[in-house]
T-cell receptor
């Protein structure tokens, strides 16, 4: 149980285009989802927290207009990187919290974004 | 704000031997959870072990155990009988009353055959 999927696992896009990453909780209802960014050999950096049906809360320094987060249902959150640039290339990880287990986050497998 | 410190950027262990990864944290909260996550080369985050602060007994999961010292705010991970598959980056994390997980910088564990 408690499986989180991400799609796509790997995406290459051209500079100036937008790309959408999906995060789904497959066997539980995720009232809260989190989006992280991770550079090689570094820790996870929280970008934003989203609650189903409400606007995401972004961490300081994260551009809201560049990283659009939508959490429209209890099983799906999306991260859209708008007008992507090479510096947006990174590994993006989502996690989800089960309604009944507030202390634990379940992580997706991550998405590697390369902007050329 | 809470902080988590992992002071060992890299560690090495011989296969079948024991290694301990260090973690300290800072908080003013009395109720919280501590976690160790493993991130292998696939980069999938895997929960290794969880400790509730109110429990005095140290958590154990097969070859993985923790030494939780609440007063010292220390939470080390011991891996016994190390295996090649244990090679990964290990993150210590804190969860208090807030929404967020606070992660340490991570420790890269190398296992030598």
């Amino acid at each position: 149980g408690a499986v989180v999927s991400q799609h796509p696992s790997w995406v290459i896009c051209k500079s100036g285009t937008s790309v959408k990453i999906e995060c789904r909780s497959l066997d539980f209802q995720a009232t809260t989802m989190f989006w992280y960014r991770q550079f090689p050999k570094q820790s996870l950096m929280l970008m934003a927290t989203s609650n189903e049906g409400s606007k995401a809360t972004y961490e300081q320094g994260v551009e809201k207009d560049k990283f659009l987060i939508n959490h429209a249902s209890l099983t799906l959150s999306t991260l859209t990187v708008t007008s992507a640039h090479p510096e947006d290339s990174s590994f993006y990880i989502c996690s989800a919290r089960d309604r009944g287990r507030w202390y634990e986050q379940y992580f997706g497998p991550g998405t590697r974004l390369t902007v050329t | 704000a809470q902080t988590v410190t992992q002071s060992q950027p890299e560690m090495s262990v011989q296969e079948a031997e024991t290694v301990t990864l260090s973690c300290t944290y800072d908080t003013s909260e009395s109720d919280y959870y501590l976690f160790w996550y493993k991130q292998p080369p696939s980069r999938q985050m895997i929960l290794v072990i969880r400790q509730e602060a109110y429990k005095q007994q140290n958590a154990t999961e097969n070859r993985f155990s923790v030494n939780f010292q609440k007063a010292a705010k220390s939470f080390s991970l011991k891996i016994s009988d190390s295996q090649l598959g244990d090679a990964a980056m290990y993150f210590c994390a804190y969860k208090g009353n807030g929404n967020k997980l606070v992660f340490g910088a991570g420790t890269i564990l190398r296992v030598k055959s």
